[in-house]
C-alpha cells in the first residue's frame, strides 16, 4: 500500500487529526483525480505535517481510488481537478475536495496556510 513493499502502515485517527491525500504523478503537475496513480498522503495536526506517505492506486480507475481513500479514513482530496461523478461521490462521502494548479508539494502547503478553497455542489 505504502512504505517499503508489501509493508502497511497504520496511521492513528484522533479528532484532531486530518488525513489529506494530494494526487502526485511524479512530474511537475498535480494529474486530474481520475487520472491520478499516486497519492502522497499526509497525517496533519493543528495545520503542521505530522507523517508523510505514498499511496498507490493499483488498478487506476475512479472507483478502486475513492474506496481506497475511505478506507484510510481521508478527510480531504487535493488534484488538478475532479470529474462530476467523482467529485460527487466523494462529497457524499463527506471528502473535502480542493483543485490546485501546480505541484504537489506547493498544493499542500496551499491547503496548510488557507490559501485554498473546497468545491461546492
Known sequence: MFGRKNEKIVL???PRTVFVAVAFNGGGYMPYFEQCEYFEFHSVIEHKQRRKNMLSIS???TEAA???L???KTD???ARGFGPKALHELKALN???YAFEGGAHA???AYL???IKAYRV
Open 76 to 78: 480531504v482530496v487535493i
Open 113 to 115: 496556510d488557507g490559501s
Open 12 to 14: 492513528t485517527k484522533t
Open 66 to 68: 475513492i474506496d481506497t
Open 95 to 97: 471528502i473535502i475536495c
Open 59 to 61: 488498478d487506476h480507475q
Open 70 to 72: 475511505v478506507k484510510m
Open 107 to 109: 498544493a499542500f502547503k
